[in-house]
């Protein structure tokens, strides 16, 4: 197998694990049942991680990660919380079968360790999936009432929450393509707490009556630390002014949360920036 077509697989599969990590997010936003919710989070995270090896693996190839995802296999369900599951037992299985068609192609040694390993822990999502689909049905559960929320607050939480996704993305993009061990560091951490962001805006917009907007954001790809604490310094910004003017006590004190958070990135990336012109000036002064 040519290496192109090797990359365009690869590719493909980081789509699927992206398109399977946004339907198991409506699943916990929009099932209002802590042990279920849990049990989905669970699986989600480890989505996560076969798409971070998909992409390092992409990398290592030479290629360029993209970011994409397969709308038709987003099936999100409801709103009874039994269509939605077993949505997600045929997402699974959807793996299942694209990595298990991969094996007979990809002649690699190291993707074909890979895909063997996901394969091996998609089985494992199906059958947990299995599981909790069948103790939905022997619990009865049902969709809790929902609260009103006016329709501004609700707009607000899809916008803050389709940024934080837009971020992630930008992130993680960065993560993949830097050449520095401790940037590199940095954007995944980062991109990890965005994604708390996320998950805390969406579930409080789906308590409140609302539906998440995860349709796919546009974002930037390599952007230098510069731009990043503009970025965060704005972000912050933006937290402190829309919590001075929400009249929800729980929705204010969620945007206050994650402010002091974004203070704390840009404050991280501020250091590294100082570490890497130290640095810079270092090589300089050898160098003369």
Known sequence: MKKLE???ILLHNIALEHSAIVQYLYHIFLIQ????????EKIARQEMRHMKWFAQKVVQLGGEVELKRIEEEIKVGGPDWVSMLENDVNAEQLAIDTYTKQLELVTDDSVKK????????ESQHKHEFSELLEEVKRRDFSEE???????K???????????????ILEYLYNFFHSKSCEYKDIMLDLAIESMVHMGELGEKLSKMGGVPDLSLPEFGKIKGVEEHIVYEE??????TKLAEDVSDPSVRKLLEWIEGQEEYHKQRLLDF??????LTVGDL???A
């Open 285 to 287: 002064k050898k160098k």
């Open 114 to 121: 890979l895909l063997e390993r996901v394969i091996h822990d």
């Open 33 to 40: 049942d802590a042990e279920v919710t849990e049990e989905i």
């Open 6 to 8: 090797l990359i365009g």
């Open 145 to 151: 009432e929902k609260k009103e929320a006016d329709q």
């Open 234 to 239: 704005h972000s912050k910004n933006e937290y």
């Open 273 to 278: 920036m100082r570490r890497l012109r130290k």
């Open 153 to 167: 607050t609700l707009q607000l939480l899809n916008k803050l929450l389709k940024e934080e996704y837009r971020i």
